[in-house]
């Protein structure tokens, strides 16, 4: 005990001792102490204002203002991101302002980007319409040329051989005396001209039909040019069209239709010269317009880079105080209202410098009362908090995946960092394939500080901060591979020749004739020679079987030896006698045991049956072994074997329920009865007595479930969890086999043609299907079931996982967003 007692102390092992402090600011200086606080990063503050709602706390203003503030900012970024200018660097020095300065500057540059851009809205629309009318005044007279002309030579026609004879008027038909009668009179033939979009044009042309009962003529053509449509800022095509109709009722039809396509109709006069004077007073006016538009752009670009220039620094500076504000919402006024109340949570080593932080605050706001900050006593448990590095923190946010740890628990990321990338070499062992990820993990590392300042997408973000887990993971891929001796499937004579040999010198086909071993063993990993031999799959099969099985009994052991050590530390022997002591007996007695017959199966070579001597154990635990003994009292040790694991179950059980409502009467013994005092002792000690007694209220029937479902888990827990160890076994084989297929079905395959395009082909496939199915799926699969392993296997033997991380005010973790 003294030897674990003086053992030196690790960083992530248990999290940092904390402490739970009260500030005592004056209100002159509260300010400027937030702010320090939060460039230290070390204190998380606690909320004393929890029952008020947000508009009822001190510094709602200012909150409010910092939130108007935000969304000006916003407005500004989005407006340099629609005229595509680039947010300059923020520069290495530029003077201090104060935010009233910058609250002024805002408004002024908002209302001057408001006004700029309803004047260029203005003129974009008279723009736009002005370039439509010289589109339907160009499209539109080659229209009204062509019906006038066609008129012409039918009214000739009919001149000629109808309306030349006399006597035609009383024999005409009703249709020529109508037709007569129109081009007499012409007026009574009308059009309406105008644009529409291409998208509309074919429904609106339907209802236009409809809508006059086919008594109209329909003309159209694209416009030369596409027009900006302001609300979606995008180049359209449109068409221009012109619609011949006669009567009243039928233009009142179309321009409702028009008005509901948002068609736009211009008047276009019959008369050539007219249309032409027109024209050329719709192009003056173009040119003037797009003058005017070019200098209005330039003039909103300068003011905006302007504003840029000094973007970045206004954002992290309103995000900055607006976290301050929040913060001081969070604490509270004393009776005198002259000081600021706050309560939290730091590291004990950070004491100092928060202690610096407040008197430099208390110097520079020239206070003449200074910050009392004090330790207080907490009931709640503290924050939990690790000190990580670039390296540790990808282990560590695996561990807080499945939950923060207890303060003070032991943290799994410790042996994570090695258990984690090993097991997932295991299922992946393949030398090739370590070194392809070996490769990407250091040039994520290698661009590391160019990455780290970019804004990554999602999937690229998640690779980037696991680059060191991927690195561990390649190398440790790689040792497997060896030992496997499988590189991409081929194995290699890279430690020396085989120690197999053909029978004779004569054998030509060492596959089907068989081996015998000549000298010693292969010096490491897996010899070259089992490689397509008969006996490759039995072998694999037992090797990584039974590795796997040793590889899940020793995490296994870990876990409850670690569940010692968080017992030890919070000095409870009741869990190290009636959990830890249990528990070892229980899991060693069978599998710690069938690992052993495992390793002694392996020195000497037997041919005993471990399926046999592990279920006859239990069914006939009094029988002989025979030819499935491996060594001297066996038998014996089988039967006290099964015997503690027995005792061991009922040994975690029932002790500790009735132990600890023993403990519990002991403790409360005698309390039935108190000191009399007077009314105003009674108010102020009897709720918190009363309260203290509810929280320590022992329910006996509520702690023996708890024993016996956590006794019941861990038993049929030993089973299971050692049967799923054995994914170990299937992943790799799996992985190994698919190797083999894309090996010898595809490269092999194609390489056995003459042809080039062949060879190419299967060596593009088998590329293929190594980096996307190999090297992404299968290191996924691998990935997630490692992670399986970790969060269920292993750290359900001593992991709570039930507190809560260490929030500090911190300048530097503030999000993202504006808000």
Not at 334 to 355: H, M, N, R, S, Y
Not at 755 to 768: E, S
Request: net charge negative.
């Amino acid at each position: 005990m003294e030897y674990i007692d003086n053992m030196p102390s690790m960083d992530l092992m248990r999290s940092e001792k904390m402490t739970f402090v009260q500030l005592i600011i004056p209100a002159e200086s509260a300010h400027r102490a937030v702010t320090y606080l939060g460039q230290l990063g070390l204190l998380q503050f606690r909320d004393l204002n929890a029952e008020k709602s947000p508009f009822q706390r001190t510094f709602v203003n200012q909150v409010k203002r910092c939130v108007e503030m935000s969304r000006k900012l916003r407005y500004f970024k989005d407006q340099m991101h629609k005229a595509g200018l680039l947010l300059p660097p923020l520069p290495a020095s530029q003077p201090d302002i104060e935010l009233e300065e910058i609250e002024i500057q805002l408004a002024e540059h908002e209302h001057e980007l408001i006004e700029m851009n309803a004047n260029s809205e203005k003129l974009r629309q008279s723009y736009n319409e002005l370039l439509e009318f010289k589109m339907v005044l160009q499209k539109a007279s080659g229209f009204l040329v062509s019906s006038s002309s066609h008129t012409t030579d039918r009214e000739v026609e009919l001149d000629e051989n109808v309306y030349s004879n006399d006597n035609h008027a009383d024999t005409a038909s009703l249709l020529e005396q109508e037709m007569r009668s129109e081009l007499s009179n012409q007026s009574g033939v009308r059009f309406i001209s105008g644009i529409i979009c291409t998208s509309k044009v074919l429904q609106f042309e339907r209802i236009l039909f409809r809508a006059t009962r086919g008594n109209m003529l329909f003309n159209q053509a694209v416009a030369d040019e596409e027009i900006l449509d302001p609300s979606s800022n995008e180049m359209v095509e449109k068409i221009v069209f012109v619609v011949f109709f006669s009567g009243e009722q039928a233009r009142t039809k179309i321009l409702k239709i028009c008005e509901a396509f948002g068609a736009n109709c211009y008047p276009v006069p019959e008369d050539t010269t007219k249309r032409r004077q027109i024209t050329q007073e719709v192009l003056s006016r173009l040119s003037e317009l797009e003058t005017t538009l070019d200098a209005g752009l330039l003039h909103r670009d300068k003011a905006l880079t302007s504003i840029g220039y000094h973007l970045t620094k206004w954002i992290n500076m309103v995000k900055t105080q607006k976290a301050v504000y929040d913060t001081l919402n969070m604490l509270n006024f004393d009776v005198t209202k002259k000081c600021l109340v706050g309560e939290g949570w730091c590291p004990i080593f950070a004491k100092t410098k928060i202690q610096e932080a407040l008197q430099r605050a208390t110097f520079d706001s020239s206070s003449q009362v200074g910050i009392i900050f004090h330790v207080m006593d907490a009931v709640e448990s503290p924050p939990t908090y690790f000190r990580t590095n670039g390296f540790t923190n990808a282990f560590q946010e695996i561990v807080d995946a499945y939950g923060v740890a207890k303060y003070q628990e032991a943290n799994p990321a410790v042996y994570t960092i090695v258990t984690f990338p090993f097991l997932f070499a295991v299922m992946f062992g393949d030398w090739g394939h370590g070194i392809c990820l070996l490769l990407g993990a250091l040039v994520l590392i290698a661009r590391e500080s160019k990455l780290s300042s970019q804004k990554l997408g999602s999937f690229m973000e998640m690779l980037f901060g696991g680059r060191y887990v991927l690195l561990l993971m390649s190398i440790f891929s790689i040792y497997c591979g060896l030992i496997y001796n499988e590189f991409f499937s081929v194995p290699f004579h890279i430690f020396g020749d085989s120690a197999y040999k053909c029978q004779d010198a004569t054998c030509s086909n060492a596959q089907t004739v068989g081996l015998i071993k000549y000298k010693d063993p292969y010096p490491f990993g897996v010899d070259p020679s089992w490689r397509g031999s008969r006996s490759e799959l039995p072998f694999l099969n037992s090797l990584k079987m039974k590795m796997s099985i040793l590889l899940g009994v020793a995490q296994m052991n870990l876990g409850i030896i670690i569940s010692y050590f968080n017992a030890h530390f919070f000095s409870s022997s009741l869990d190290i006698k009636y959990q830890f002591v249990p528990q070892v007996i229980f899991l060693n007695s069978l599998f710690g045991y069938l690992s052993i017959l495992i390793v002694v199966k392996w020195c000497t070579g037997s041919q005993a049956d471990l399926y046999h001597v592990m279920i006859y154990m239990f069914l006939s635990p009094f029988e002989a072994l025979g030819e499935n003994r491996l060594f001297w009292g066996q038998s014996v040790l089988q039967v006290v074997l099964l015997l503690l694991a027995l005792i061991a179950v009922p040994w975690m059980l029932f002790p500790k329920p009735f132990i600890l409502k023993r403990l519990h009467m002991e403790r409360f013994q005698g309390r039935t009865y108190g000191i009399l005092g007077t009314s105003e002792m009674m108010s102020i000690d009897d709720e918190p007595d009363s309260a203290r007694e509810r929280a320590e209220e022992f329910n006996f029937s509520e702690v023996f479930v708890h024993q016996m479902i956590h006794s019941i888990e861990f038993v049929l827990g030993a089973v299971s969890n050692t049967a799923s160890y054995l994914r170990l076994w299937a992943l790799s084989l799996a992985h190994s086999e698919l190797s083999t297929v894309f090996y010898e079905k595809v490269l092999l395959l194609a390489w056995g043609y003459d042809n080039i395009i062949i060879r190419l082909v299967g060596l593009a496939v088998f590329a293929f299907a190594t980096a996307f199915i190999l090297l992404m799926m299968e290191t996924l699969s691998a990935f997630l079931h490692a992670l399986r392993l970790h969060w269920v296997e292993f750290q359900n033997k001593f992991y709570h996982g039930d507190g809560y991380k260490f929030n500090p005010f911190s300048f530097a973790l503030l999000a993202d967003d504006d808000d």
